[in-house]
């Protein structure tokens, strides 16, 4: 006989009662239980059809002239404090403020909230999408009362992978225990962090008040966990029943009673799966490196069950999409063994393979080398390895601390573009000072040297590098006479001079007439129409409510340019929608792959809101991973 959900939901609660009294299990204090699941309150929506924001405690004052005490005075009562406006990260901590949403509609936030790209390689993408998602801020009338919210957010935290973020919004979000999907994702969370003592803790008190499949796998994991194993088998044979189909859930639970188990595929492991193969000490297939989820990579990069170079596949993806800190990964590089040989002619096996046991040999190499100019070349390798594979940016933050410590010197001059571009890229604008003078000097009796220059002063440009102050249409005429002729030298001038007027350096029409003689209809993927009036519409208004802000002042003759009046760190009405905006329009592909034109508006948009830093950064991230 078939059992059902609630059959097993049903034996699961009568072991969970006897788990948690005999203390077998990770208790919970002794007034605690089964929480009871209740809807949160519903705010009475308005009558009006005026906008209506919760106050920054998320509390609606009280509109009603009736609320008046005996003794005539009024009383105005606060509701409920809403767990949709929670946050931790105020305008002084990096937030957007408070009225972010104000003139955001209902519609438009529910509708495009889902669609936040999470998986991307952009980092200022990442830090300001997580910016977004942290901030305390009112909601549109409407959206508040039931979590929805609040529970969105934490989730796409919980996507990125961002651990230290969920937790920290788990926390500040008042009666989160009413919420099931928001206990499931902070359980998700400990998973992957492999703190199962509070997993547990939740599973445990979710068991008893939700039927969910979830729940149930949870609590046979930790029944397991407490060597309950008679139970956890009791729970596995009633799922099967039902007709689960989850065999490496059951081969796992199988390994926690000590029998032998190999799992074979793992193509998408889930946080659970790969909580207890860390636990049952099962060794992850190689396949469990091909889940897209920052969070599983990073916690498969700090599994000691698996490979070394599952674990630097892992790490380097990780830390691409932002989940895994790039100590982290600098460890990892330093504990890999290598052999005498290996150690002794890093560079021919570089030359070999280009994988990640390749960049941890050079950043070893780098590390432990005295010698200026054995540094340089396994520092130029590493680089010139993560520009093929697609990961420049990152390799860059692993090198910078060697980097800064390699000495300028007459006999490194070749070495001088290659960090350059890595120190701007890494935004160490002063460190990146005595290597331009170097290459300066070098450039009056070296052609390769002046190419270089020529060819680094735009980045250097769109990075505010004091080296580019003089910037005009002398030095972009240079550019474009070493360019022109190489591959992609149109498509390169197209994106640079559409980021150049971005910051108000006005690029000669007589440029712009040369880039006419190729193909007169290009294909390109292009945002949404919608979103894409919608991003006009919402920049004008701040431009035209602050015509001053907005407006850009350039001389044509001290060829200078002169930021908005807005205060980094202070944002106009609308910055949230500005920034959600310009992150669906950008996507998945980032600065990095969004087609010139669409590049240009979005980063105009930005500016117009106030967001200077942050078009500075992603600006230049376009260029490198252009080629400039």
């Known amino acids: 006989m078939t059992g059902s959900r609630a059959d097993i939901s049903a034996a699961l609660v009568a072991v969970a009662l006897s788990f948690a009294v005999s203390g077998a299990a990770f208790a919970q204090g002794p007034e605690s239980g089964p929480v009871r699941l209740a809807p949160g309150q519903q705010n009475v929506e308005s009558q009006t059809d005026e906008p209506q924001f919760e106050n920054g405690n998320g509390a609606v004052q009280s509109n009603n002239l009736n609320d008046v005490d005996p003794a005539g005075v009024r009383v105005d009562s606060l509701s409920s404090i809403d767990p949709d406006t929670a946050g931790v990260l105020g305008v002084e901590d990096g937030g957007f403020g408070l009225d972010m949403w104000m003139g955001t509609s209902r519609r438009m936030l529910e509708t495009m909230m889902r669609r936040i790209p999470v998986n991307v390689g952009s980092s200022t993408m990442r830090d300001m999408t997580r910016r977004l998602l942290l901030t305390s801020a009112s909601v549109p009338s409407g959206l508040s009362g039931n979590a929805a919210h ?12 961002d651990i230290n973020g969920v937790v920290q919004l788990l926390d500040a979000t008042p009666g989160r225990s009413q919420y099931d999907e928001l206990v499931r994702h902070e359980a998700n969370t ?61 081969k796992l639970v199988d ?13 998408d492991p889930s946080p659970l ?26 916690t498969i990069a ?4 698996a490979s070394v170079e599952l674990r630097l596949e892992a790490a380097e993806r990780a830390e691409q999409a932002g989940s895994l800190p790039t100590d982290t990964l600098r460890q990892l590089y ?76 007459a006999e490194l001059a070749w070495f001088a573009p290659e960090v350059i571009r890595a120190l701007l890229v890494g935004g160490d604008t002063e460190a990146v000072s005595t290597w331009f003078s170097l290459l300066r000097a070098n450039s009056l009796h070296n052609d390769q040297s002046a190419e270089a220059l020529d060819t680094l002063l735009p980045v250097a440009r769109l990075a505010g590098a004091v080296e580019a102050e003089e910037w005009g249409p002398k030095q ?31 690029t000669p029409a007589e440029a712009w007439e040369v880039l006419l003689d190729g193909p007169q209809r290009v294909t390109v993927a292009m945002p949404n129409p919608a979103l894409w009036n919608r991003l006009d519409v919402v ?34 009405p609308r910055i949230g929608e500005i920034v959600l905006l310009s992150l669906l329009a950008l996507g998945e592909g980032g600065p990095g792959q969004a087609e010139p034109v669409v590049l240009n508006r979005v980063l105009s948009a930005m500016m117009t809101a106030g967001l200077q830093k942050e078009v500075r950064a992603l600006s230049l991230e376009a260029a490198v991973a252009a080629g400039l």
């Not at 599973?203 to 966990?225: E, M, P, R």
């Not at 396949?287 to 989820?293: P, T």
């Not at 005429?477 to 910051?503: M, P």
């Open 190 to 250: 400990r998973f992957l962090a492999n703190d199962n003592a509070r997993a547990c803790s939740l599973a445990a008190g979710q068991i008893g008040t939700v039927d969910s499949q979830y729940w149930q796998k949870a609590f046979i994991f930790c029944q397991a966990l407490a060597g309950e194993h008679d139970a956890a088998a009791l729970g596995v044979s009633l799922l099967v029943e039902t007709g689960d189909e989850d065999p490496a859930f059951f």
């Open 476 to 506: 972009l005429a240079a550019w474009w006479g070493r360019t022109r002729d190489k591959q992609g030298g149109s498509a390169k001038a197209a994106l640079l001079y559409g980021l150049l007027e971005v910051f108000g350096d006005k």
């Open 273 to 298: 799966h790969l909580s207890m193969a860390r636990v049952a000490k099962v060794r992850l297939p190689a396949d469990v490196v091909s889940s897209n989820s920052p969070g599983v990579l990073r």
């Open 539 to 572: 920049s004008r208004e701040i431009a035209t409510s602050k015509p001053q802000l907005a407006q850009e002042s350039y001389d044509s003759e001290e060829q200078s340019f002169e930021q908005s009046d807005i205060q980094e760190g202070t944002y106009p």
């Open 302 to 305: 700090v599994s000691p069950n």
């Open 334 to 409: 330093t504990s890999v063994s290598f052999s005498d040989q290996e150690m002794a002619n890093p560079l021919s096996r570089a030359e070999a393979e280009s994988g990640p046991l390749s960049r941890a040999l050079l950043y070893r190499t780098a590390l432990i080398q005295t010698v200026p100019m054995a540094q340089a070349e396994a520092v130029t390798r590493a680089l010139s390895l993560a520009r093929e594979g697609g990961r420049y940016a990152s390799i860059v933050r692993v090198f910078m601390p060697i980097l800064r410590r390699i000495p300028p010197s």
């Open 255 to 267: 390994a926690l009673a000590g029998r032998e188990v190999t799992l074979d595929s793992l193509p």
């Open 150 to 161: 609040i529970t969105r957010r934490v989730g796409l935290l919980s996507q990125m992978g």
